[in-house]
């Protein structure tokens, strides 16, 4: 199994800036790639942005030119990095891994605020 832990989310004006992490823990060594999805209310989850165990990278149209996803393997741990923030990007943001042996993990989520 793999624990994912999500932290770095809060309150943010519009046109802010704000960082999330997500740090994985257990069978790490089966994960192929990480990402972020998120859960506005009302509203089904979406992926954000996912990145491979070699740096490739897919972002939702929505947050392209914004948002940054990265990745620091030897700490197990995948980024977020939101700029430009927009009130729309307002929800539960969600940590999650696929790998090897089934691996399908989801972090607990974190939420992330964008005030207008």
């Known amino acids: 199994q793999v624990q994912l832990v999500e932290s770095g989310g809060g309150l943010v004006q519009a046109g802010g800036s704000l960082r999330l992490s997500c740090v994985a823990s257990?069978?790490?060594?089966?994960?192929?790639?990480m990402g972020w999805y998120r859960q506005a209310p009302g509203k089904q989850r979406e992926l954000v942005a996912t990145?491979?165990?070699?740096?490739?990278?897919n972002y939702a149209d929505s947050v392209k030119g914004r948002f940054t996803i990265s990745r620091d393997n030897a700490k197990n741990t995948v980024y977020l990095q939101m700029n430009s923030a927009k009130p729309e990007d307002t929800a539960v943001y969600y940590c999650?891994?696929?790998?090897?042996?089934?691996?399908?993990?989801w972090g607990q989520g974190t939420q992330v605020t964008v005030s207008s």
């Open positions: 257990g069978r790490t060594f089966t994960i192929t790639a």
């Open positions: 999650h891994a696929l790998g090897v042996q089934y691996i399908n993990s």
């Open positions: 990145i491979t165990n070699g740096g490739i990278t």
